[in-house]
């Protein structure tokens, strides 16, 4: 109650914005894969370990921000990546990668 007291204007924002939603459904939806691992995360082995799964958990969120398959996208970049120079390695992030995916279609029905 004293957050609803003390942020009204916050708090009514809705009432003048469509766009923004009344309910944090969306946000509970997406966390809960993050709360499914939290168990098995406790087990990485490492510090490292623990930041190569964060920055992994980051790539697969990346990938379905942008609407590219996760499983698709990790078996053609390991694949690909050790070919690689390390100056083309962006080429690999799943927002690039969609982009050239979508050019080799198109260029392969032509």
Known sequence: MNYLLND???FTNFLS??????TN???EREVRGVARGRKAWL???SDRGG???????SL?????LNSVDPLLWLTDVLARIADMPQS???ELLPW???ALRQAETIEMAA
Not at 51 to 57: D, F, G, I, K, Q
Not at 60 to 64: A, L, N
């Open 96 to 98: 690039n990668w969609k």
């Open 25 to 27: 459904n969306a946000a």
């Open 8 to 10: 009204w204007p916050g």
């Open 88 to 90: 083309r390695l962006q």
């Open 60 to 64: 697969i969120g990346s990938c379905r």
């Open 43 to 45: 087990f990485v082995g």
């Open 51 to 57: 930041e190569r799964a964060a920055m992994m958990y």
């Open 17 to 22: 914005d469509g766009r923004i939603c009344l």
